[in-house]
């Protein structure tokens, strides 16, 4: 196919200010998760697509498959349907863990 570009698992992003690999960033409607390490100013990579462990709020309990949102302002992972559409748990969270593991996937796909 002529105008394939790449598979969509990453995507170029510029930082408006430092960025820790792992965090996760909201660009418009969409989270995405550094790859790495971002400057602010510089080009960096953020996943689209896989399972990433991020924190989650507490106590929330997450069960396996439920639908997770991203709360911008706290930081988080919430099951709060007017935040981000993250994903999916991949696995089950206790209300003690501080940790869910997220299937990332993004609204419409």
Do not use: H, R, W
């Not at 792992?22 to 969409?30: K, Q, R, T, Y």
């Not at 400057?39 to 896989?50: H, I, P, R």
């Not at 709020?57 to 439920?66: H, R, S």
């Amino acid at each position: 196919m002529k105008n394939f570009v790449q598979p969509g698992m990453v995507m170029p992003y510029t930082a408006t200010a430092a960025v820790a690999s792992g965090e996760a960033i909201e660009v418009v409607d969409l989270i995405g998760v550094a790859t790495g390490a971002i400057a602010n100013g510089e080009v960096g990579e953020l996943l689209l697509s896989g399972v990433v462990e991020l924190t989650k709020e507490a106590p929330l309990v997450i069960n396996q498959g439920d639908k997770v949102y991203y709360d911008t302002t706290a930081k988080n992972v919430d099951k709060t349907n007017t935040n981000v559409f993250i994903g999916y748990a991949f696995e089950s969270a206790i209300s003690a863990a501080t940790t869910v593991k997220v299937y990332l996937m993004q609204q419409g796909a």
